[in-house]
């Protein structure tokens, strides 16, 4: 994992990692001031996931880290063709989220529009 930064996705949402206490670790939604959480014992949810100020938000939160990682690769890499910009982010964020491909991909945003924030 990357960054020390755990991140796990159940029932539409993602959390990321508070704490953990020997097998248990708890866990809170992603999005700011959501209060949305979840505990687990040795990787199964045992109380959650509950408190969430929103619907299910993958889609919100993948769209939003593809433009972020978009404009740091087009800003890295000036040469670097549209497409290829693409298909490296949307590996990325596969990699990052350590989610199932098809589910990341229903949640990506097609390349036209992300085409719009690298230009
Ligand atoms: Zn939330």
Aim: net charge positive.
């Amino acid at each position: 994992m990357n960054k020390g930064v755990c991140l796990k996705f159940v029932g539409g949402y993602l959390h990321r990692r508070k704490k953990t206490y020997n097998d248990t670790e708890y866990w809170v939604c992603v999005e700011q001031y959501c209060l949305g959480e979840m505990t687990t014992i040795n990787g199964q949810v045992v109380s959650g996931p509950e408190d969430y100020f929103h619907e299910p938000s993958l889609g919100k939160y993948v769209s939003r880290k593809q433009r972020n990682f978009a404009k740091v690769d087009a800003g890295q890499n000036p040469s670097k063709r549209c497409r290829e910009i693409y298909d490296s982010v949307n590996s990325e964020i596969t990699n990052q989220l350590q989610l199932d491909p098809d589910l990341i991909g229903t949640n990506l945003r097609p390349f036209s529009g992300l085409k719009a924030t690298i230009n």
